[in-house]
């Protein structure tokens, strides 16, 4: 039993996915020894439905100046974040000299749409090395930890914000008491917050068991968000589902009673009754699924091999820490992942030790079989690789079920 972060009262484990060493920590030998693992055991609060991690790294261990997701490395979420900037400015922006604060701003991805149109901005960005990337952009950015304090320092230094958003981030931080605090200092009286993260829905439906890993704390769903901000008198005032990261809910909150209550929020939170997203037995039957997904994805990478074929793994994202470590994928299965972050290249995945390669070595020498890591950049992969498919190259894919594409 654990208490939830939440609301605090006790909740039961419903998978443990077993020891898990940090996600984006990629290494080099020296380092094998020292490497850090915590035992990553899923929980979900039937009083306030929030699905968690009951163990979590320290937040220094994971966002510190050598992380290793750089945003732009995807051309589509550059598009994506252009649109989520657009729509910002369009649809809830009305002052003159807008203020608006990102945080988890990373390399400017989404900022940089703003500070293109010279709207006042401000990102908060721990990761110190992904910071300076921004940074040299123009884009302006302080490298710390949200939370309550820095949001009283923000206002004080810059006066409240028309717009709060955040992407991806939301459902790293543990401490979100003190950040939705601060997101009520922040806001202006009419200001909004937009945040998006994995959504639990999708979650559940296709089985991306790949979401959780140690930044990954929360899964967040309406009922659980609106039962966060409602202990802060915020409220839920719509909802905008993306495709993005293999299924995403974006969130829209205003102070209480400033703003209408779209229809959005009371017809996606019947859904998530008609998914179960409340009752237990639908996280036990999720376990169930990982299971079988587990066995059935190490049944075709074994099969592969014995017919002495090539694997490569495409792209070492933070997600395959997870299905690498959980499923038993080791150098017997895959030769190496290819991906096109330098820093991630020439180190090991963690936890199995996959050496991790530029994509060039991909390019130059392809394998028979892909396992796509990046599932979510599909659309964006496929386009770019008809070189390795028309050489007779087959896609290995585990969401939302174990396949080789045809
Ligand atoms: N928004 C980007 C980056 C997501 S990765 C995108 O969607 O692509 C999450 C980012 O949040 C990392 O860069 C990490 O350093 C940052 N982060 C983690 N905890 C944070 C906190 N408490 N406050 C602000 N940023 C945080
Ligand atoms: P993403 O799914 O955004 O990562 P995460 O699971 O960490 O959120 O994928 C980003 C990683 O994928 C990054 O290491 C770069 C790599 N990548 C490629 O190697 N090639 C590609 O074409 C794309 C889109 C990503």
Partial sequence: MSKCLICQALCEPFISFGKMPIANGFLTKEKFENEYFFEMKVAFCKNCGMVQLVEQPEKEKMFNENYAF?????KNMAIHFKEFADHVVKDYIASKNPFVVEIGSNDGIMLQNFAAQKIRHLGIEPSANVAKVAIDKGINTISEFFDGELARKIVKKHGQADAFLAANVMCH??????????????????????????YLGDFIENTTYDQIYDEHVFLF????IRYLFEQHEMELIDVEPQETH???????????????????VFSQLEKEKK?????????DNFRK?????????????????KQGKRIV????????????NYCGITTEHLEFISDTTPIKQGK???????????????LNNYPEYALLFAYNHSKEIMAKEKGFMSSGGKWIVYVPKVQVLK
């Fill in 173 to 198: 931080i543990p401490y979100l008491h003190s950040v939705v605090e601060g997101i009520k200092i922040l806001l202006k009286s009419d200001g909004i917050a937009m945040f998006e993260d994995p």
């Fill in 348 to 362: 090991t995945s963690p936890g199995a030790h996959i050496p991790v390669r530029p994509y060039q070595e991909f």
């Fill in 313 to 324: 793994g495409y792209a070492a994202t933070s997600k395959s820490t997870t299905v690498i």
């Fill in 70 to 74: 750089f945003s732009g490395t995807s």
């Fill in 275 to 283: 998914l179960g997203l409340d009752k237990e037995i639908t996280y």
């Fill in 246 to 264: 293999g299924g995403s809910m974006r969130y829209v909150i205003a102070h209480r009673g400033a703003r209408p209550v779209s229809k959005n």
């Fill in 221 to 224: 769903s309406l009922f659980s």
């Fill in 289 to 305: 699924n990982c299971e079988e997904s587990r066995d059935a994805l190490m049944s075709l990478l074994k099969d592969i091999k």
